[in-house]
T-cell receptor, first 116, second 111 residues
């Protein structure tokens, strides 16, 4: 049981390049999340998915797209990377749909992204 | 102004000391979470509480809803407790999945 896995662990991009961050969970959870963590700031929600095929914008969605193709996987895509997207990205999951206020979130190990 | 304020920002302690980390929030909430972020970056959920007190091993979390305040206590601290501790809340009236996070408290426990 691996929990929440993320790939890659570290990535360097040039401005304008695109990439997809992958996330998968093997806990049969309904909800999945993408966060970014920047120095001096708290974690901020980028996108949320309550179930396969549904997504919802979080606090900082601009410049990102997401895809929840199945229950296990939730990917985050940067179409044209910018230096402001340099950050650590965390994927998380929780058991139910929309119940994060009252349930534990399980986090992946994070992806460090540097955009030059 | 951040809705969730943690204090102190940094805390250094000697092994064995009793640790208290504070979290204050400015809005009504439906739940509060405490999380631990290890030096390697991994994040683990420690507690979720909406009232009273919870205990797990040497960790104790309390919340006072009227005062909009929560504390995380660590008894008999150990160097392996060194981490960033993060408080997060679900504001009333917001979506149940949208946590608002504090900036974290960096705890260093020296042997």
């Amino acid at each position: 049981n691996a929990g929440v896995t993320q790939t890659p662990k570290f990535q360097v991009l040039k401005t304008g390049q695109s990439m997809t961050l992958q996330c998968a969970q093997d806990m049969n959870h309904n909800s999945m999340y993408w966060y970014r963590q920047d120095p001096g700031m708290g974690l901020r929600l980028i996108y949320y998915s309550a179930s396969e095929g549904t997504t919802d914008k979080g606090e900082v969605p601009n410049g990102y797209n997401v895809s929840r193709l199945n229950k296990r996987e939730f990917s985050l895509r940067l179409e044209s990377a910018a230096p402001s997207q340099t950050s650590v990205y965390f994927c998380a999951s929780s058991p139910t749909s929309g119940g994060a206020g009252g349930e534990t979130q399980y986090f992946g190990p994070g992806t460090r992204l540097l955009v030059l | 102004k951040n809705e969730v304020e943690q204090s102190p920002q940094n805390l250094t302690a000697q092994e064995g000391e009793f640790i208290t980390i504070n979290c204050s929030y400015s809005v009504g909430i439906s739940a509060l979470h405490w999380l631990q972020q290890h030096p390697g970056g991994g994040i683990v959920s420690l507690f979720m509480l909406s009232s009273g007190k919870k205990k797990h091993g040497r960790l104790i979390a309390t919340i006072n809803i009227q005062e909009k305040h929560s504390s995380l206590h660590i008894t008999a601290s150990h160097p392996r407790d060194s981490a960033v501790y993060i408080c997060a809340v679900i504001p009333h009236g917001g979506s149940n999945y949208k946590l608002t996070f504090g900036k974290g408290t960096l705890l260093t426990v020296n042997p």
